[in-house]
């Protein structure tokens, strides 16, 4: 299977040897997206909210451009900084989906890319 890499201006670009995203047959695969910018290049550093808010819309641009919508995430992994930060990231995410949820797994880890509060992957499933 060819895979199709995808890749929006409405995204921040990769700070690294990766591609914002990979589709392969009816898989779309989002690489780690964290709260910044694509518009300035700057970092959102004045909350988690704002930072969640940020990552969730870099996410809905990347399955936007392969396109996609939300509902086809069906997996979402969260990497946060303080685990106490869990609440208030789960009042922003469940305004970025409709109806059924994705799966998802949420860990703290001890350090982010650029020293922010959260980062988020996901993959979604485009159906036929």
Same mark, same amino acid.
């Given at each position: 299977?060819?895979? @199709?890499?995808? *890749?929006? /201006?409405?995204? =921040? +670009?990769? !700070?690294?040897?990766? $591609? @914002?995203?990979? +589709?392969? /047959? +009816? %898989?779309? %695969?989002? $690489?780690? @997206?964290? =709260?910044? #910018?694509?518009?300035?290049? $700057?970092?959102?550093? $004045?909350?988690?909210?704002? @930072? &969640?808010?940020?990552?969730? /819309?870099?996410?809905?641009?990347?399955?936007?451009?392969?396109?996609?919508?939300? #509902?086809?995430?069906?997996? !979402?992994?969260?990497?946060?900084?303080?685990?106490? #930060?869990?609440?208030?990231?789960?009042?922003?995410?469940? +305004?970025?989906?409709?109806?059924? %949820?994705?799966?998802?797994? &949420?860990?703290?880890? *001890?350090?982010?890319?650029?020293?922010? #509060?959260?980062?988020?992957?996901? !993959?979604?499933? %485009?159906?036929?």
């Amino acid at each position: 299977m060819p895979k @199709q890499i995808i *890749s929006t /201006d409405k995204a =921040p +670009k990769a !700070i690294g040897p990766y $591609s @914002q995203a990979i +589709k392969v /047959d +009816k %898989f779309l %695969f989002i $690489s780690g @997206q964290i =709260p910044m #910018d694509p518009a300035t290049g $700057s970092f959102v550093l $004045s909350g988690i909210e704002a @930072q &969640t808010r940020r990552v969730m /819309d870099n996410v809905k641009a990347v399955v936007e451009a392969a396109g996609g919508t939300m #509902d086809k995430i069906i997996k !979402i992994n969260v990497y946060l900084k303080n685990i106490d #930060d869990f609440k208030f990231v789960n009042v922003i995410y469940e +305004k970025y989906f409709k109806g059924d %949820f994705p799966a998802r797994a &949420t860990v703290e880890v *001890s350090n982010l890319p650029k020293k922010v #509060d959260i980062e988020m992957d996901a !993959i979604a499933y %485009f159906e036929v």
